[in-house]
Every structure is written in structure tokens, then in C-alpha cells.
């Protein structure tokens, strides 16, 4: 049987995936537990509506029987995974989670609108990709769930059903990622810890940014979370859990994610491109990139039909490859597309190719006097003042300019990194610029 939970918090407070404590004390009283890791399902990040993350928790649980991986603990109790699912009564279960939620989601905050789904058979996986990928109505969730005979908690707009959907319906066929998340009150986590395990657990990724120093793993929104560590190997991130060395964890959990998967990015041409999507295309940067109010870069991109890209502030040294781009540079931009001003927004880019760019040293000389020559106007050639000789713009001596970039993938720093990015370090072939 699978429980999908979304929306539970605000812009304030709380975050879904800390209900899964309470959602388990809950299940316990119909002797019911987790059959795999709990799952963390970030979707479509580009939605204008979504509370922070855009995360919704998906739960498979069954009866115990044999024991398997620790998963979390909370208040004393460990948490664990069991391999067998059955049938249960599903009002008396609907009336506990309605308790869980009533107790604990922001439910008076505004743009909070929780949804859960319980459900013993799975959506479609393309329920899921079509909510990480696109826009989903909250009628056509409704289709999906009648059809499963879904049983439904849906709370003020019923919103956050479409993502305890999606959640459920997630299946990690292509990739999938871990995330450790760690509970309670606010802690200070040194610098030094973070960075050493940084080292020490090659398999977990963006930890730390050391170009802008600084530490990613905590949140910097206000919640119950103290850290969250991702990774690709799970008995790596309790490690790192370990070498972080924070005192008064109320609570943790281990996570199976589609965070830094790339689920959300779509290959696609430029004439295809609709808003909220997410992106990956290629073409030809067609103008400088010019810095606007704020720090921004924007450039046009693309073949016949083109586009604006975006590269905000907040992506910090990025921008200094971005400003190193010429028209004529063939490269393929992944990011997301905002409505208002249609622009893509960059993730990252791979460089295909490079224009060889020149720069004009010296005029020419006059073949009779041999004195430099006086340019006639751009692209008109050069004359000699004394003799009146006239020569092409061919003749000046120009050298070619060293290009500031190679021919591979460059990405936002760890501290622009959204979710659902794929970090390089996490990709299969690729050549880029290690830090
Ligand atoms: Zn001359």
C-alpha cells in the first residue's frame, strides 16, 4: 500500500518529509511499517504556485516481517524497512492521518494546501513525469485517482493531491539519489566538519560551495530541518551523518530521491518551448552577453527562431563564463522557462564549439611609403594618407584571441543548484572543469 503526502508546509515553517516520523507512530497502531525507503519526490521546480522545494513524500508500508535496513529514528524508536505489503482498513487509517495532518501541516498559512493519497495500486509512472516536466490540473489528478480507487485527504484548494500523486507514482527506472535529512532545533554545524566530510564521502554531492563559501546542506528557509545530506550511496550519507557531529538530532531520515536526477529537463527544439518547462536545447548564441540592472546576463540563443537566456545574480561565478560566450558559439543550455519575461534560465551548458574570434594589432602599410595606412570605415579597407593608396581590410594584421572556455560542461555553483539539477559530478562521460 502506498501513502503520498504534499503540500504540508509553508513559506514559514515545516517541510512534508517531517510528517514521516509522525505518519510512522501513526501507522504502528495498525501494526503497519515502511516496506522500502520513504521517498522524497521534488516536481516540476518552474511552477510559479509551490511552497519552497516543491517536494511531496511518498510512503510504501506493509505488515513487518523480516527486518531489514535502518532508516531513521525518532524519540528512541528506530525505524526500519520490512519487505511484505498487505490490506488494512483504510477508513480508520484515512481518520489517522487526518489527525497527523490537522496536528501538524501549516494548514492556516496561505498557498498551503495539503493532499493525501492512499492507494494500493500505483499511478502511471507517467502521472509522475508529466508532473515533474509539465503543468498538471488538479482535474486530471482527480481522473487518475478514481480510476486507481485512490482514498484521498484533500485540504482547502486540494492542490497538494497532484503532487502526493506524482509522488506515489514515481518509480526510480532512469536514476535516483539519497537524501539523509536530519530534525530538530536549530544547531550551528562547523565549517571544518562539513568540508571534511565533504572528502571523506566522495559518493555525496553538494555539500559545500568553495568558491562562495558556503554550506549548502542546511536549509535557509525557517523549519524543523537541521541538515540534509544527498549522496548516491546510503551507507555513506549515515557516515557523513556521523562526521558532522551535530548534538540534539530529534529525529532523521534516510531518503530515496529523484533529487539531482535532471527528471525535470525535456530535449527540444526553441519553436517548442512552453513556460514552467524545463529545457535542454542547442544552438548558436547569437548575441554578447550583456549585463542588466541587478547583476544579470542575458544573451540570445538559439537557430532560425531564438530565445533570451537568463544568468542571475544569485549564480554568482557562473556569470564569468557566461559573460566569455560569442556569437557563433555552439552550445546546448539546460535550464528552466520563465513566463514573464520569456526567458530561459540557465542550469548549465555544454559547449560544442568555439568561433575563432581575431583582433585587428595593427593597420596595414602603405607598399609605397611604408607608413601605416588610415582605415576608410568599418569593413571599407584602409587608405595612405600621402599617397592615396588603397588596400582590404584583409591586409591589417590580425591575431587570433585566445577563448577563454573549452569545449565542455560548465555549471551554476553549488549555491544556485536547484533540486532537481544534476550536479557533473554526478554525470556519466562528460568532460568539465573540477573545482
Ligand atoms: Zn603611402
Known amino acids: 500500500m502506498w501513502i503520498g503526502i504534499d503540500d504540508t508546509d509553508s513559506k514559514k515553517g515545516m517541510c512534508t518529509t517531517y510528517l514521516v516520523g509522525d505518519i510512522l507512530k501513526e501507522l504502528w497502531k495498525y501494526g503497519l511499517e515502511l516496506t522500502r525507503y520513504p521517498r522524497l519526490i521534488r516536481l516540476n521546480p518552474n511552477i510559479p504556485w509551490k511552497t519552497r522545494g516543491n517536494g511531496a513524500v511518498a510512503l510504501e508500508v506493509g505488515v513487518p516481517d523480516k527486518k531489514l535496513e535502518k532508516i531513521g529514528w525518532m524519540q528512541k524508536n528506530i525505524y526500519r524497512c520490512t519487505p511484505r505489503s498487505t490490506v488494512i482498513d483504510f477508513e480508520k487509517l484515512k481518520e489517522g492521518l487526518q489527525r497527523v495532518i490537522q496536528e501538524q501541516a501549516e494548514l492556516d498559512a496561505e498557498g498551503t494546501n495539503p493532499g493525501v493519497v492512499i492507494t494500493q495500486i ?3 509512472y507517467s502521472v509522475y513525469t508529466k508532473t515533474v516536466k509539465k503543468i498538471v490540473t488538479l482535474k486530471e489528478t482527480q481522473a487518475v485517482l478514481d480510476m486507481i ?8 484548494n486540494k492542490r497538494g493531491l497532484i503532487g502526493a500523486t506524482a509522488a506515489v507514482a514515481w518509480r526510480p527506472y532512469i536514476d535516483k539519489t539519497y537524501e539523509l535529512l536530519t530534525y530538530g532545533n536549530k544547531s550551528t554545524i562547523s565549517t571544518e566538519h562539513v568540508i571534511k566530510m565533504d572528502y571523506c564521502c566522495p559518493s555525496t554531492f553538494d555539500n559545500y560551495d568553495y568558491e562562495n563559501r558556503h554550506i549548502q546542506i542546511t536549509p535557509n528557509a525557517p523549519g524543523p530541518v537541521i541538515y540534509g545530506v544527498r549522496g548516491d550511496n546510503e551507507k555513506e550519507l549515515k557516515k557523513a551523518m556521523r562526521m558532522l557531529h551535530v548534538p540534539d538530532i530529534e529525529r532523521w531520515f534516510l531518503f530515496e530521491t529523484n533529487q539531482g536526477t535532471d527528471d525535470h529537463l525535456q530535449k527540444t527544439k526553441i519553436d517548442n518551448i512552453h513556460p514552467y518547462e524545463s529545457v535542454i536545447v542547442t544552438g548558436y548564441v547569437a548575441s554578447k552577453p550583456r549585463a542588466i540592472t541587478g547583476g544579470h546576463l542575458i544573451f540570445s540563443f538559439g537557430n532560425t527562431k531564438k530565445i533570451d537566456c537568463a544568468c542571475y545574480e544569485p549564480t554568482k561565478n557562473f556569470r564569468s563564463i557566461i559573460r566569455y560566450l560569442c556569437p557563433g558559439d555552439k552550445i546546448s543550455v539546460y535550464g528552466g522557462i520563465r513566463k514573464n519575461p520569456f526567458t530561459l534560465n540557465i542550469e548549465k551548458i555544454q559547449i560544442h564549439a568555439l568561433v575563432a574570434i581575431h583582433r585587428k594589432v595593427e593597420n596595414p602599410l602603405c607598399p609605397r611609403c611604408h607608413r601605416h595606412m588610415k582605415s576608410i570605415g568599418k569593413n571599407n ?5 600621402r599617397c ?7 591586409k591589417a594584421k590580425i591575431v587570433p584571441i585566445k577563448r577563454q572556455l573549452c569545449p565542455i560542461f560548465y555549471e551554476v555553483p553549488v549555491v544556485a543548484r536547484r533540486h532537481l539539477a544534476k550536479p557533473l559530478k554526478r554525470m556519466k562521460n562528460i568532460t568539465y572543469q573540477k573545482k
Open 122 to 124: 500505483k499511478p502511471p
Open 149 to 156: 480507487g485512490a482514498y484521498t485527504l484533500g485540504y482547502k
Open 381 to 385: 579597407g584602409y587608405r595612405c594618407r
Open 388 to 394: 592615396g593608396i588603397k588596400t582590404g581590410e584583409e
